[in-house]
Nanobody, 115 residues
Framework: QVQLVESGGGLVQPGGSLRLSCVAS????????MGWYRQAPVRQRELVAA???????NYGEFVMGRFTISRDNAKNMVYLQMNNLRPEDTAVYYC?????????WGQGTQVTISS
């Protein structure tokens, strides 16, 4: 069993930055693929960024170089650095841990981009 707790969300102005953090409990964190997803009202949950156990990263097309995902296996942490934020980035951001057949979600952290 893995528990995920996100932090770092908030309200920022367009063009601003946020750094989301996710701490994972449990063992074998380094074996999990970790990801950040987001869900805006009346929209489906979508992939923002993912990082595999060997550090390979993948991003949603809308990211366009603005976000960076990273992980610290020694601390059981995964991060999402978000720069040049736009109003359309407003959503609840969820941390995900995946190691087949196990898949875990955090409770989410709200990110709001508004002037």
């Amino acid at each position: 069993q893995v528990q995920l707790v996100e932090s770092g969300g908030g309200l920022v102005q367009p063009g601003g930055s946020l750094r989301l953090s996710c701490v994972a409990s449990g063992n074998d964190f380094s074996m999990y693929a970790m990801g950040w997803y987001r869900q805006a009202p009346v929209r489906q949950r979508e992939l923002v960024a993912a990082i595999t156990s060997d550090g390979t990263t993948n991003y949603g097309e809308f990211v366009m170089g603005r976000f960076t995902i990273s992980r610290d296996n020694a601390k059981n942490m995964v991060y999402l650095q978000m720069n040049n934020l736009r109003p359309e980035d407003t959503a609840v951001y969820y941390c995900n841990a995946n190691l087949f057949p196990f898949n875990y979600w955090g409770q989410g952290t709200q990110v709001t981009i508004s002037s």
